[in-house]
């Protein structure tokens, strides 16, 4: 076993460095008071320092309102990175060298001064390319994205023209734009300060080593991409299910909903890597095409195929492993008689060479009663003869779900006999799982995702046309919904699986949803 287990380590295919390609640089991040910089991306780029994988050398610089110091920063930052840091517990000796680079800029971003301040910070930084490799990452409302970006390109932070080896980019959090109006007239603000080249637009799923591995798994393993095709495959869902509600989020919550929250970004971005063609390369750019390609063969949606294929919910109060759960109409910020979708489910159309026929289900709640995230892709049944003629449905058809987090593993669903003197078939599974077969440290997706902007690598970020593209989709729906009032079909419990609306959206179709379960 040993021997076997040596030589799969031997076999590893590297297709990247791990380190040593990015460039000295200076990461400035706008909104460092926010949640974010002190749960995600302080974090991400602490432990990237600890694995070496930061450059050398490098600088961090806070830019908020409030006033504090460099040190008093650095405390509130290491005491976040002490509560939120995943499964490793933090180094002092490290955190002491990480730390030495980190600097706080107070000022109101609306204010010319901030930039100027920013600029003699910079310009204390002796090597020139701490001085002019500069990653803007834009941690704050979307309306300020475009106000900021205007203002670096004012103080000459932010360069069009900047000559190589030099370089200046900006990482764009979500929401972009709430709608396509809005994204596109977001896009056009940036792209007057900046090139596309330089706009980095986040989905932190794609930072996710299991959404990354669709590609792997697809395109490196013969037997799995033959069956790829509307000859094998009855039918996908994609299920996104969190155990938790809007907590504090009512108010931003209350303005987007699972559609915009959810659909328009991370679940559009797992069907696009499961359903596009083959890119021509490996380039950002080839990829980034398939995904647009793929996205724009989704069929439009019209007025009368909204009814029937998108349905929306939203929990009411119920109960979760004995304790008592609120409904979304209770929470903080919540409108008392809000409309506002906590649930979505859609059956999707790809009128494609491969896919015709085939449809695609996504769903995705919140206050479910599991957090998982998972791509089920279910095969024809076997012709209606031998076992299938005497068992009928009884006779499960063959699955592949690829669990994209928790207990991220991919799972193929098959029959077997029952052992024993008795003729009895029932599904069995065979089960690859990440933990057990790496066990090492999964990086967050933060990490992976600063570490590609330092690099200038555009692939796990979301182009220009196809972020327009998915809210071109979401619109369409939205508009179908036009502010009609929920139906009773359309709540449920909290805890529970969505509502009855959803169930009804395969019934129709002869199908059943699949949940996710706890994988012992
Ligand atoms: C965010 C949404 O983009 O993704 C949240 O705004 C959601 O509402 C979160 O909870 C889910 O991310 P993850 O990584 O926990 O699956």
Same mark, same amino acid.
């Given at each position: 076993?040993?021997?076997?287990?040596?030589?799969?380590?031997?076999?590893?295919?590297?297709?990247?460095?791990?380190?040593?390609?990015?460039?000295?640089?200076?990461?400035?991040?706008?909104?460092?008071?926010?949640?974010?910089?002190?749960?995600?991306?302080?974090?991400?780029?602490?432990?990237?320092?600890?694995?070496?994988?930061?450059?050398?050398?490098?600088?961090?610089?806070?830019?908020?309102?409030?006033?504090?110091?460099?040190?008093?920063?650095?405390?509130?930052?290491?005491?976040?990175?002490?509560?939120?840091?995943?499964?490793?517990?933090?180094?002092?000796?490290?955190?002491?060298?990480?730390?030495?680079?980190?600097?706080?800029?107070?000022?109101?971003?609306?204010?010319?001064?901030?930039?100027?301040?920013?600029?003699?910070?910079?310009?204390?930084?002796?090597?020139?390319?701490?001085?002019?490799?500069?990653?803007?990452?834009?941690?704050?409302?979307?309306?300020?994205?475009?106000? @900021?970006? %205007?203002? !670096?390109?004012?103080? #000459?932070?932010?360069?069009?023209? $900047? +000559? &190589?080896?030099?370089?200046?980019?900006? *990482?764009?959090?979500?929401?972009?734009?709430?709608?396509?109006?809005?994204?596109?007239?977001?896009?056009?603000?940036?792209?007057?300060?900046?090139?596309?080249?330089?706009?980095?637009?986040?989905?932190?799923?794609?930072?996710?080593?299991?959404?990354?591995?669709?590609?792997?798994?697809?395109?490196?393993?013969?037997?799995?991409?033959?069956?790829?095709?509307?000859?094998?495959?009855?039918?996908?869902?994609?299920? @996104?299910? %969190?155990? !938790?509600?809007?907590? #504090?989020?009512?108010?931003?919550? $209350? +303005? &987007?909903?699972?559609?915009?929250?959810? *659909?328009?970004?991370?679940?559009?971005?797992?069907?696009?890597?499961?359903?596009?063609?083959?890119?021509?390369?490996?380039?950002?750019?080839?990829?980034?095409?398939?995904?647009?390609?793929?996205?724009?063969?989704?069929?439009?949606?019209?007025?009368?195929?909204?009814?029937?294929?998108?349905?929306?919910?939203?929990?009411?109060?119920?109960?979760?492993?004995?304790?008592?759960?609120?409904?979304?109409?209770?929470?903080?910020?919540?409108?008392?008689?809000?409309?506002?979708?906590?649930?979505?489910?859609?059956?999707?159309?790809?009128?494609?060479?491969?896919?015709?026929?085939?449809?695609?289900?996504?769903?995705?709640?919140?206050?479910?009663?599991?957090?998982?995230?998972?791509?089920?892709?279910?095969?024809?049944?076997?012709?209606?003869?031998?076992?299938?003629?005497?068992?009928?449905?009884?006779?499960?058809?063959?699955?592949?779900?690829?669990?994209?987090?928790?207990?991220?593993?991919?799972?193929?669903?098959?029959?077997?006999?029952?052992?024993?003197?008795?003729?009895?078939?029932?599904?069995?599974?065979?089960?690859?799982?990440?933990?057990?077969?790496?066990?090492?440290?999964?990086?967050?997706?933060?990490?992976?995702?600063?570490?590609?902007?330092?690099?200038?690598?555009?692939?796990?970020?979301?182009?220009?046309?196809?972020?327009?593209?998915?809210?071109?989709?979401?619109?369409?729906?939205?508009?179908?919904?036009?502010?009609?009032?929920?139906?009773?079909?359309?709540?449920?419990?909290?805890?529970?699986?969505?509502?009855?609306?959803?169930?009804?959206?395969?019934?129709?179709?002869?199908?059943?949803?699949?949940?996710?379960?706890?994988?012992?």
């Amino acid at each position: 076993m040993d021997g076997v287990e040596h030589l799969d380590e031997l076999m590893v295919c590297r297709l990247s460095q791990d380190t040593g390609s990015v460039e000295p640089c200076t990461i400035v991040i706008f909104g460092a008071s926010g949640d974010l910089t002190a749960r995600k991306l302080i974090p991400a780029l602490y432990h990237l320092h600890g694995q070496k994988l930061l450059p050398d050398p490098v600088r961090v610089i806070g830019v908020a309102r409030r006033e504090k110091t460099d040190e008093s920063w650095r405390a509130e930052l290491l005491e976040a990175l002490q509560r939120f840091s995943r499964n490793q517990s933090v180094d002092a000796a490290q955190w002491d060298t990480f730390a030495a680079n980190v600097h706080y800029c107070r000022g109101d971003i609306d204010d010319p001064k901030v930039y100027r301040g920013l600029s003699e910070r910079l310009a204390g930084f002796g090597d020139e390319r701490l001085r002019r490799n500069l990653l803007f990452y834009l941690a704050v409302s979307p309306s300020q994205f475009a106000p @900021v970006t %205007e203002q !670096l390109h004012q103080a #000459q932070l932010l360069r069009r023209d $900047e +000559e &190589a080896p030099f370089w200046q980019r900006l *990482v764009v959090e979500k929401p972009f734009g709430h709608d396509l109006a809005s994204a596109q007239a977001l896009n056009h603000e940036l792209i007057r300060f900046a090139h596309e080249q330089q706009v980095f637009r986040i989905d932190h799923y794609l930072g996710k080593e299991t959404v990354q591995n669709i590609l792997m798994f697809r395109f490196s393993n013969a037997i799995f991409e033959q069956l790829w095709t509307r000859q094998s495959i009855d039918h996908v869902q994609i299920t @996104v299910s %969190e155990e !938790l509600g809007v907590g #504090q989020r009512g108010g931003y919550y $209350e +303005e &987007a909903g699972a559609l915009r929250d959810m *659909v328009q970004n991370h679940l559009l971005q797992v069907l696009a890597l499961i359903a596009m063609e083959p890119p021509v390369s490996l380039e950002a750019e080839s990829i980034r095409d398939e995904k647009v390609k793929l996205l724009k063969s989704i069929r439009p949606f019209t007025p009368a195929g909204i009814a029937r294929q998108v349905v929306r919910g939203q929990y009411f109060a119920g109960q979760h492993q004995g304790q008592a759960l609120a409904g979304y109409r209770q929470e903080e910020r919540v409108k008392p008689d809000s409309d506002v979708e906590t649930f979505a489910a859609l059956k999707l159309s790809i009128d494609n060479w491969r896919w015709s026929g085939v449809p695609f289900y996504l769903r995705t709640g919140k206050r479910l009663p599991l957090s998982a995230s998972e791509v089920r892709v279910q095969f024809r049944p076997t012709p209606h003869v031998l076992f299938a003629a005497q068992c009928g449905s009884a006779l499960d058809a063959n699955a592949l779900t690829l669990r994209l987090q928790p207990q991220e593993g991919i799972s193929l669903r098959f029959n077997g006999k029952v052992p024993g003197t008795s003729t009895a078939v029932r599904p069995v599974r065979m089960h690859f799982s990440y933990d057990t077969e790496f066990g090492a440290y999964t990086p967050e997706a933060y990490e992976r995702l600063l570490l590609e902007a330092m690099e200038g690598d555009a692939t796990l970020f979301i182009r220009r046309d196809e972020v327009e593209t998915a809210w071109g989709i979401v619109d369409a729906i939205r508009a179908g919904w036009s502010d009609a009032p929920l139906t009773n079909r359309e709540f449920y419990a909290a805890g529970t699986w969505g509502p009855v609306a959803a169930d009804d959206l395969l019934t129709q179709d002869g199908r059943s949803w699949r949940n996710p379960t706890p994988i012992a």
